[in-house]
């Protein structure tokens, strides 16, 4: 395995399959005063995508013991960001079986945000890959074009559907909605990322993964989106209907996350 420590403006090479391609994969993680405190998740999520690509020549205790020998290194970072692609190969788009996998490493501080947000609708739909799992991997562009269109207010999240209207994600989070004691998230089908704090409220709580649409959204008693490095970040309103001021659900996760380590 290739390391490169890009805070140190080390870089790729111009045959890396990440840069070319887009074939490979990445987290971002939150840092907690040198601690990561969901680090077993992410490299859980980096195994099932890394063996869903087919990139081999890659452990993840190996992957963990480099993590750890680059926070040290960065001990302020707020949060890390972890890219691991195939590594470098000749042109062409079919992998070559000898690649040694790439892994670039980055930190900084947290962007200033506020600890809750107001929900957009997307006019772009949510990309579609057939046969491709929602993994986190490079191939964002549409992701892009959605970031590009957001409204430049800080708190502003957009909310992501697909071609049919189906909900799919919020921008760069996961969404979750309550209704009538009922706590759902959109169904991932080839669509979205199945993020690592998803699974984390999977784990904490009665959340089912649903079918659901805007109108779901709208008629909601509580929403919130989640993500690794925000944690959990209640709605105050969607597409300017503001929500009900309450949110158990959310502050009941808020707090789980405060015992295993993670700071709002």
Known sequence: MHIIDANAGEMITADDRGLLYGDGVFETMRVNSGKLPLLDWHLARLHRSTTALKITGLDMASVAEKVFAFIARYPNADWLKVILTRGSGARGYRPPEDALPTMILSSGPLVE????????????????????????????????????????????????????????????????????????????????????????????????????????????????????????????????????????????????????????
């Open 113 to 264: 945000r506020t600890g809750e947000c107001h929900l957009l609708l997307s006019p772009i739909a949510a990309a579609t890959m057939p046969g491709v799992p929602p993994l986190k991997h490079l191939s964002r562009l549409v992701e892009v074009q959605q970031a590009a269109d957001l409204a430049a207010e800080e708190d502003s999240v957009q909310i992501v559907c697909d071609q049919h209207g189906a909900l799919v994600c919020a921008t760069m989070h996961n969404l979750f909605v309550v209704r009538e004691g009922e706590l759902m998230t959109p169904r991932l089908v080839n669509q979205g990322v199945a993020g690592v704090l998803r699974d984390w409220v999977f784990a904490h709580s009665t959340a089912k993964p649903q079918r659901l649409h805007l109108e779901d959204a709208l008629l909601a008693d509580e929403i919130f989106v989640c993500n690794a490095v925000r944690g959990v970040v209640s709605a105050n309103s969607i597409c300017g209907q503001w929500l009900p001021s309450s949110t158990p659900f959310a502050d009941a996760l808020r707090a789980d996350l405060v015992q295993a380590g993670f700071e709002q």
